[in-house]
């Protein structure tokens, strides 16, 4: 059964959950409205839409934030895990997730141990890579035609290094005008130090051979646009040599470690990035004064060597007097030995012509041998009187021929003894005329063809007498006559002509 008593009535309204969220969220809106927290930053992400969403947490608490696309570019960083910053924004809560969070608008770092725990990061990693090696350092141009200046265009940085530019050596000054603090300084610094580097060497404007990243002191939250991880490595990817010019003596940035050369102020690296004219005059007059010197130097010590090469050269005119002398004095006496030499060589000629036997009677002589030689023959083979008649004439042709030429030889020899200056005595010329002479005898008996018979050759002629020398020449059944030491016989041919041919050719062969 329904209890039939009423319900109790209670006076405490009654809200919806959207009514409570929205109650609480004017809540915290109107309390707070802006606040500065400080913490450290921790899960921070960024979304593919722009926005970023992170965390800031000290011992105890933790709080959720958010910054909205539009306030990224004037948040004033970078949100980085570990870093400790006082974040300025509003509370606002998330009533679908019945959270607060904070809408962050500005960041800054909390203090200066903060800003150099974040700079001493940043320096290690880079160290790591190798951007600080001493190695990947260039050395500055000696006379740069054009220097760039990364800078701002308002101050006193820009103004002091164009009058000591102009007081030491006037050149072309480019100026890429940056903002060297503040929202964004980084990225134009970064992007200025790249256009540089980017120019073409041949264009207008031209490319500059140097540059300068300069500004004047401030703070360490005012330099830290040169501690940014883009400007360190947009100088250490560019190819011109550079200069890093920021802030005082005693400051240090990190655009430092990797420039090629740290000035300790915008004047002093002016005076870096180009030298002095007046320096260049007198180290040039200096240079030009010792190469005076020196040539002079080199001058005086040739001039002592060449004096001492002269000395030790010998009177040259008087060595030509001398020769000249004697070779007048051999030509004297060269005109003088001549015909008493010519008179002795004819004196001597006349002696040796006197006892010259007499041609004719060698010729005699040999004649007479010839003809025993020819009797002996005669008697010797009655058979070959034709031959022999024909072989002594040959002879005798040999003889008188031999006999010609023995004559021609001493009639040479005597003229080239009545010619030359030699003491060739004309006995022995007519001695090895005599031996040549008795030589030919025993020649001729031994060309004879009746010596060659006698060892038992046999001599084959026609019937006519004609000497036959070749197979391949006689005719089948042709008549042959063969001549024997001790008489001739008749012969007849026999055999094929070709195979005698053959024969022939083998024996050629």
């Given at each position: 059964m329904d209890d039939p008593r009423p319900l109790p009535v209670s006076n405490m309204p009654e809200y919806t959950v959207s009514e409570i969220s929205g109650a609480v969220k004017r809540t915290l809106e109107t309390t707070f409205g802006r606040v500065r927290i400080r913490g450290e930053l921790t899960e921070v992400k960024r979304y593919p839409s722009g926005h970023i969403y992170l965390s800031l947490k000290d011992e105890s608490s933790?709080?959720?934030?958010?910054?909205?696309?539009?306030?990224?570019?004037?948040?004033?960083?970078?949100?980085?895990?570990?870093?400790?910053?006082?974040?300025?924004?509003?509370?606002?809560?998330?009533?679908?997730r019945s959270s607060y969070q904070l809408i962050i608008e500005r960041m800054e770092y909390a203090g200066a141990g903060a800003l150099l725990a974040r700079i001493e990061a940043i320096r290690l990693r880079l160290?790591?890579?190798?951007?600080?090696?001493?190695?990947?350092?260039r050395a500055l141009p000696g006379l740069?035609?054009?220097?760039?200046?990364?800078?701002?265009?308002?101050?006193?940085?820009?103004?002091?290094?164009?009058?000591?530019?102009?007081?030491?050596?006037?050149?072309?000054?480019?100026?890429?005008?940056?903002?060297?603090?503040?929202?964004?300084?980084?990225?134009?610094?970064?992007?200025?130090?790249?256009?540089?580097?980017a120019m073409p060497g041949g264009g207008d404007p031209p490319r500059p051979?140097?540059?300068?990243?300069?500004?004047?002191?401030?703070?360490?939250?005012?330099?830290?646009?040169?501690?940014?991880?883009?400007?360190?490595?947009?100088?250490?990817?560019?190819?011109?040599?550079?200069i890093s010019a920021v802030g005082h003596e005693t400051d240090t940035t990190l655009i430092d470690f990797v420039s090629d050369r740290r000035a300790p102020t915008p004047t002093a690296a002016a005076e870096m990035a180009i030298p002095a004219r007046a320096d260049l005059i007198a180290d040039l007059?200096?240079?030009?004064?010792?190469?005076?010197?020196?040539?002079?130097?080199?001058?005086?010590?040739?001039?002592?060597?060449?004096?001492?090469?002269?000395?030790?050269?010998?009177?040259?005119?008087?060595l030509l007097g001398a020769a000249r002398q004697r070779l007048d004095d051999r030509t004297e006496r060269a005109l003088m030995a001549l015909p008493s030499l010519v008179a002795r060589r004819r004196v001597v000629l006349t002696s040796v012509e006197r006892r010259l036997p007499d041609p004719r009677s060698l010729t005699a002589a040999a004649r007479e041998a010839m003809r025993d030689r020819?009797?002996?023959l005669r008697l010797s083979a009655p058979g070959l009187v034709a031959i022999r008649r024909s072989g002594l004439d040959m002879a005798s042709q040999k003889l008188a021929g031999a006999v010609h030429r023995a004559m021609t030889?001493?009639?040479?020899?005597?003229e080239r003894v009545m010619g030359r200056v030699s003491a060739t005595p004309l006995r022995s010329a007519v001695r090895e005329a005599r031996a040549h002479l008795a030589g030919l005898g025993p020649r001729l008996d031994a060309a004879s063809p009746m010596a060659l018979l006698q060892r038992g050759y046999v001599l084959v002629t026609t019937p006519a007498g004609l000497p036959v020398t070749s197979a391949a020449s006689v005719k089948p059944n042709g008549k042959l006559r063969l001549h024997f030491a001790d008489g001739a016989i008749d012969a007849v041919a026999q055999g094929d002509r070709k195979r005698a041919a053959g024969a022939q050719e083998r024996l050629d062969l």
């Open positions: 933790k709080i959720s934030g958010i910054v909205w696309k539009g306030s990224v570019a004037r948040l004033g960083m970078v949100p980085e895990n570990g870093t400790e910053v006082i974040a300025t924004g509003r509370i606002s809560a998330y009533g679908e160290a790591a890579e190798g951007l600080f090696d001493a190695g990947r350092k740069p035609r054009v220097i760039g200046v990364v800078t701002s265009e308002r101050g006193a940085v820009i103004q002091d290094i164009k009058i000591t530019i102009a007081r030491r050596f006037p050149t072309t000054i480019l100026v890429w005008p940056v903002p060297v603090q503040g929202e964004g300084a980084a990225e134009r610094i970064a992007a200025a130090i790249a256009g540089f580097d051979d140097v540059l300068i990243v300069a500004r004047g002191g401030g703070s360490l939250e005012d330099l830290m646009a040169f501690n940014e991880e883009l400007v360190v490595r947009a100088v250490a990817a560019c190819q011109i040599p550079v007059a200096q240079k030009g004064s010792r190469l005076i010197g020196a040539l002079n130097r080199l001058a005086q010590e040739s001039r002592l060597r060449l004096v001492r090469a002269e000395r030790g050269i010998p009177d040259l005119p008087g020819a009797l002996r030889v001493l009639r040479g020899r005597a």
